[in-house]
């Protein structure tokens, strides 16, 4: 039985291991539009730098104990190490028992280990499903297609809307998934050739729309490479901003901002402008149901943290194991959970 994950962010990489793990009669397949694993956890490789552009950290409630095992997993494979240095200004949903961890490797490096020994085919955006008997007929942007026994959507839910979804999209669910929204954000890479001043913060949130959050990624990652710095605009300024400048003029204003800001910095050797338009959920699909049938045989399924209360990579890991109960339904696989298979 032949399943297809589309996307290969942090829920979709989860699902996968888990699927691959507790339901090995399965051939798992993973799509993804992106040149690379990650999603919103993305990490920018240009020439020798490389830089967190989405996601800076984890944060690990210890109260969460639904996540526990995933984070032992991952810090005991290195993946992840607590984060060493000072936060400046963190957000008051961070005061509190909690703990907070970054990857060496960069923040995609979390759903590259989940998706390791998985067939991943990246620059693959789909376009159009079609049901036919007990198969989907899957096809992608450069007209190629596909045939499985079910398929799982975990990207966000507003780009579900641009699929061809064969009418199996009800009305209802069309409604829903329309009010599903996200905050955008502008982020700018810049790499620097000369030495910085050193600076008593890894991480500084601002009370400034352009520079709201900025982090020596170098420091945060400890890669030993030229200074480089991620920033990222508020919300606010990227909601007024969005279609009405380019990621280039925005970028060439959070350098005059930065300037104001820190005027001890050397010129940058390079500055790389990123857009999300999907930050992160704001407001998801009503109720949080965690997944949607899109078609129930075959299965065609949507899952991910724009069904979820809450949006974060424990509520994606939620969401993960959800779709995987949910296939295992449809194909009368026993439901064993991920970690489950670990203290085994």
Same mark, same amino acid.
């Given at each position: 039985?032949?399943?297809?994950? !589309?996307?290969? $962010?942090?829920t979709g990489s989860v699902l996968c291991k888990t699927l691959r793990a507790t339901a090995p009669e399965l051939v798992v397949t993973v799509w993804e539009k992106s040149r690379g694993a990650g999603g919103r956890q993305a990490t920018k490789r240009d020439g020798e730098h490389s830089c967190d552009i989405g996601a800076q950290y984890l944060t #690990? *409630? &210890?109260?969460?104990?639904?996540?526990?095992?995933?984070?032992?997993?991952?810090?005991?494979?290195?993946?992840?190490?607590?984060?060493?240095?000072?936060?400046? @200004?963190?957000?008051?949903?961070? +005061?509190?028992?909690?703990?907070?961890?970054? /990857?060496?490797k960069g923040m995609n490096s979390l759903s590259k280990y989940f998706l390791s020994g998985t067939n991943v085919f990246y620059g693959t955006k789909v376009t159009s499903l079609k049901i036919i008997g007990d198969k989907v007929e899957v096809k992608n942007e450069q007209g190629r297609s596909a045939v499985f026994d079910a398929v799982v959507f975990t990207i966000p839910a507003p780009q579900l809307l641009d699929i061809d979804m064969d009418n199996k999209l009800s009305p209802e669910t069309r409604e829903s998934i329309a009010q599903?929204?996200?905050?955008?954000?502008? %982020?700018?890479? !810049?790499v620097f050739e000369e030495d910085t001043p050193d600076y008593d913060w890894v991480m500084?949130?601002? +009370? +400034?729309?352009?520079? &709201?959050?900025?982090? *020596?990624? @170098?420091?945060? &990652?400890? #890669?030993g490479l030229d200074p480089t710095m991620?920033?990222?605009? %508020? /919300?606010?300024?990227? !909601?007024?901003?969005? +279609?009405?400048?380019?990621?280039?003029? !925005? $970028?060439?204003?959070?350098?005059?901002?930065?300037?104001?800001?820190?005027?001890? =910095?050397? /010129?940058?050797?390079?500055?790389?402008? #990123?857009? *999300? &338009?999907?930050?992160?959920?704001?407001?998801?699909?009503p109720e949080a149901p965690g997944l949607v049938d899109i078609n129930k045989n075959p299965l065609v399924i949507a899952g991910g943290d724009s069904f979820m209360r809450i %949006? @974060? =990579?424990?509520?994606?890991?939620?969401?993960?194991?959800?779709?995987?109960n949910r296939i295992k339904d449809a194909f009368n696989i026993p439901k064993i959970a991920l970690h489950e298979i670990r203290q085994s």
């Open positions: 039985m032949s399943i297809l994950i !589309v996307g290969a $962010g942090f #690990h *409630w &210890r109260s969460d104990e639904f996540f526990k095992p995933y984070i032992r997993e991952l810090k005991s494979t290195n993946v992840i190490k607590q984060l060493k240095g000072k936060i400046i @200004n963190a957000p008051t949903k961070y +005061d509190g028992d909690c703990t907070h961890y970054v /990857a060496q599903v929204k996200f905050t955008p954000r502008f %982020s700018l890479m !810049v500084k949130y601002h +009370d +400034d729309d352009i520079c &709201r959050f900025i982090v *020596w990624d @170098n420091v945060k &990652r400890s #890669h991620l920033i990222h605009s %508020s /919300a606010l300024y990227a !909601v007024r901003n969005t +279609d009405v400048k380019t990621k280039e003029e !925005v $970028g060439e204003e959070m350098l005059v901002r930065l300037k104001e800001l820190y005027p001890e =910095l050397p /010129a940058p050797k390079k500055a790389i402008p #990123h857009f *999300w &338009r999907y930050g992160q959920v704001y407001k998801p699909f %949006s @974060n =990579l424990s509520m994606c890991a939620r969401a993960a194991e959800m779709l995987a």
